[in-house]
């Protein structure tokens, strides 16, 4: 079984940075699609951004392209998400997602983290 456990959210002003982090248990880590997909109230879950095994290839959601940036230490199981320039509109849940199939269709990924709330102010 693979757990996600995702920490760094919180409360920042607009313009402000934000660094969350997901710490992954087991051994495959290091094979599996990382991804960070985010839910609004009363909206749908979306995609945000993704990596390879590797860290080689990256996806990322048109909305925070040249803002935030994702990368993955594997000898840590832990994947990041970097965001600069926060905008009200990044305001959500933020979850990390493992072993995805498609690496911006939330339903391809088997495992999910619990979610970290990030608020941001204008």
């Known amino acids: 079984q693979v757990q996600l456990v995702e920490s760094g959210g919180g409360l920042v002003q607009a313009g402000g940075s934000l660094r969350l982090s997901c710490a992954t248990s087991?051994?495959?880590?290091?094979?599996?699609?990382m991804g960070w997909f985010r839910q609004a109230p009363g909206k749908e879950r979306e995609f945000v951004a993704a990596?390879?095994?590797?860290?080689?290839?990256?996806d990322y959601a048109d909305s925070v392209k040249g803002r935030f940036t994702i990368s993955r230490d594997n000898a840590k199981n832990t994947v990041y998400l970097q965001m600069n320039s926060l905008k009200p509109e990044d305001t959500a849940v933020y979850y990390c997602?493992?072993?995805?199939?498609?690496?911006?269709?939330?339903?391809?990924?088997?495992?999910w983290g619990q979610g970290t709330q990030v608020t941001v102010s204008s």
């Open positions: 997602a493992a072993d995805g199939r498609s690496y911006s269709y939330y339903a391809s990924y088997n495992y």
């Open positions: 990596i390879s095994w590797s860290g080689s290839n990256t």
């Open positions: 087991g051994r495959t880590f290091s094979r599996y699609v």
